[in-house]
């Protein structure tokens, strides 16, 4: 009897003292349990933007993102990711535009397919509600192409977070490829004659004009009204024997531009038959 009263007291003692051993679990123990429950059971789905509609010549944007209405547990982040990008012909990757900071980088079949993967140690951070870019990369379009098409396809072969289940979908893109709006229909000069004639796709021109000629209106026409015309000036005043114009025609969406160059040519002053005349006599 004697030793259970001593055990009594001493775990009194002990209770008196260290309140914090049989301390309470926290009371939202239960309702943070049930949340990381729930947000585990949810799949969320790789996004791959690209602009609607590429331009020749361009770089293509392509970002790869997780969904940016999620809400994600807190300190969640990627701890495993390996992508396999492959692209058709003529389209390239650009290679400078790939950051090798967080990810090694291998190329296949002559350099139509992109393998990456996160690199060990690494981590891509998530944030709720915004947009959680996880690669980006740029592709160079070709300067032609024979259907006006080619292929993006985006494979997730591992991918693997703290708390959140995410799809291993695959994403196929067909890239579309216009013309960009940075063309002339048509170039109207006020006196002389462009050599060769005005064509939309020639940017180089010589423009012939009389000795006594003092001024040079040009009167350029957009292709499609989707195009910015730029001049310093409408009037070239032909005071040398040889004069440089230019015509920028700018691209509203992509602001890519051309440029049409005419060298104007004062030519020489062609004396009268009497002054030949004078000149012999």
Known sequence: MKKFFSFVALFAILMFNN????????????????????????????LVDIPNTCHYGEAIPVIISLDDNAKYPENDSITEL????????????????????NFDCTYEDNNQILHIKLKKKRKIKLKSNKKNEVFSFELNSPKICENNKSKLNIEILNVNTKNWNIEKNVNNKILNFNEPNYYLKGLNNSCGSLDPGFKSNIFDYVLNVDHNTKEVVFNPIGMTGNENVEMNNKKVNITKKTSKFTIKVRDKKTNMKKIYKITINRLKNKPSKIEKIKKKS
Not at 20 to 40: A, G, R, V, W
Not at 82 to 101: A, D, N, T
């Open 19 to 46: 309140p914090l051993i049989f301390s309470k679990i926290p009371e939202n123990t239960e309702n943070n349990l049930e949340q990381s429950t729930i947000k585990k059971s949810q799949n969320i789905n790789f």
């Open 82 to 101: 390996e992508i396999k990008i492959q692209i058709e012909s003529p389209v390239q990757f650009r290679k400078s535009s790939i950051s090798k900071k």
